[in-house]
């Protein structure tokens, strides 16, 4: 069974009471104006002879009131049915994406493309099964009604189609499977398109529950029976570049990564988290094995904070926030060293950021990304250059208020950071070249050193504003 037909039916069975409800609906929807035509006739030959045919007006005026009726439940039910597949086939792709080993586009353009219109064009593809049958229904009755006029005249019309159809076919036989195929091409392209964002061997149209319902279930966070004591990684190995690479965090430590661009740093801290799928190597929290890291990193236990700050066109409450409760918004927008600006900001959390309203500067969106991080209290924050574009003041009081509340892994190269970090992790072409205090990399590791002597170092994107 291809792909593009295991998912149209999947989508029908997902379900099927509406599906076949609304085409049920549908096609009779279809095959009225049937009954309005006939009703019809017998009203021009009623008018024909000077008679006023009251009844037959009011049964036409039923027969389209019906119709009306019926195309309003049909088109409630095949909305919810497309709303509930189309939402399916999107949250499949985004849990992928983001807690499987499934990848998004580097464009976040091409991104949008393909879970609006990819989406779009396979839940089409299915949901014209509905309206060719009611067409199929009003075809034959109507050549039924025609027959029983004039099947002469019947015949004179429909014969000459069949014979063009019957020539093209025997002139050309790849003309039939050109149709065939085009039926399902469109659909076809969606799903490969989608199926790439997947990780491999997740199903693209797997039920995993649509609620459509005003009041949504309550976001409920993670289990966290199992504080982290230590998390340890074995051999890490990636397609983008890292090479057997162990890490060891120690709760309460800062553990700092740094190395040169495009020395894998960023690659290890998202293989870590599930985000970059692994080829080897694994991960253990407290000695138990973490089978799918992109479902067990998650906020609650793990927070990140990555190298470009995103937020949204909405309130800074919303963007911290995401859904959760308030009730360490306050703590953690201190901690990230944002409350001053905010204390300075016209509407404070409910100052609206984005191209409608507030623009932020690299440096305050991301202490913003950092407050985002820290106000569920994760048991590990992993950040990525969050103090690239902060001023040596703001950089200090951040590090200073951060230090020591949760454990922390880094990516940076700053000074300030390095300094205070327990564990420097030196990366070097995906390797590791040195691990250990700074004052003791600085005397045994020449990668190191040679990084030290450089300066900070800017990763591309590191001061993106929103």
């Known amino acids: 069974m291809s792909p593009v037909t295991a998912t149209a039916l999947a989508l029908i069975r997902f379900d099927l009471r509406r599906y076949l409800v609304g085409g049920l609906l549908w096609m009779p929807a279809g095959v009225l104006p049937l009954g309005g035509g006939l009703v019809l006739q017998q009203v021009f030959d009623h008018l024909a002879a000077d008679r006023v045919p009251l009844l037959l007006c009011a049964a036409f005026a039923g027969i389209e009131l019906v119709r009306g009726l019926t195309i309003v439940v049909a088109w409630t039910y095949g909305d919810y049915w497309w709303s509930a597949a189309a939402a399916l086939l999107r949250g499949n792709v985004l849990r992928s994406v983001l807690i499987g080993g499934g990848r998004a586009p580097r464009s976040s353009g091409e991104a949008l493309a393909r879970l609006r219109d990819d989406v779009s064009t396979v839940v089409e593809f299915v949901d014209e099964s509905v309206p060719l049958a009611g067409a199929a229904l009003f075809g034959v009755a109507a050549l039924a009604i025609m027959s029983s006029v004039d099947p002469v005249v019947t015949l004179v019309l429909v014969l000459p189609t069949v014979a063009v159809g019957l020539i093209g076919r025997l002139m050309n036989r790849r003309i039939g499977r050109l149709h065939r195929r085009a039926a399902v091409l469109g659909a076809a392209v969606s ?23 005003r009041d949504h279930p309550a976001v409920l966070p993670p289990a966290r029976h199992d504080p982290l004591r230590v998390l340890r990684a074995r051999g890490l190995t990636t397609a983008r570049g890292l090479h057997g690479v162990d890490l060891e965090i120690e709760r309460g430590s800062f553990t700092v990564v740094t190395g040169a661009v495009g020395a894998g740093k960023t690659t290890l801290v998202r ?16 000695g138990a094995p973490v089978a799918d890291p992109g479902a067990f990193m998650v906020p609650g236990r793990v927070a990140y904070a990555g190298q470009a700050p995103r937020l949204f066109s909405a309130s800074l409450r919303e963007n911290l926030l995401l859904g959760g409760s308030a009730e360490g918004l306050e703590r953690a927008v201190r901690l990230a060293a944002f409350d001053l600006d905010l204390a300075r900001m016209p509407g404070g959390l409910d100052a609206v950021v984005g191209s409608r309203g507030v623009r932020l500067s690299g440096g ?89 002597s450089l300066g900070p170092l800017d990763e591309p994107g590191s001061s993106a504003v929103p």
């Open 191 to 213: 799903v490969r398109r989608l199926t790439e964002l997947m990780g491999p061997g997740e199903d693209l149209s797997r039920d995993g529950g649509v609620r459509l319902d």
């Open 364 to 452: 305050q969106a991301q202490r913003a990304t950092a407050a985002r991080a820290l106000v569920r209290s994760p048991d590990l924050l992993v950040v990525d250059g969050l103090s690239s574009a902060l001023d040596v003041e703001t950089e200090r009081l951040l590090w200073e208020r951060i230090s020591g509340v949760t454990t922390l892994l880094v990516v940076s190269h700053r000074p300030a950071v390095l300094e205070r970090a327990d564990r420097v992790v030196v990366l070097d072409r995906g390797r590791v070249a040195g691990r250990g205090p700074l004052a003791e990399l600085l005397e045994t590791c020449p990668e190191m050193r040679r990084l030290w």
């Open 271 to 286: 293989a870590l988290l599930g985000l970059e799928p692994l080829t080897a190597g694994t991960i253990r929290w407290n």
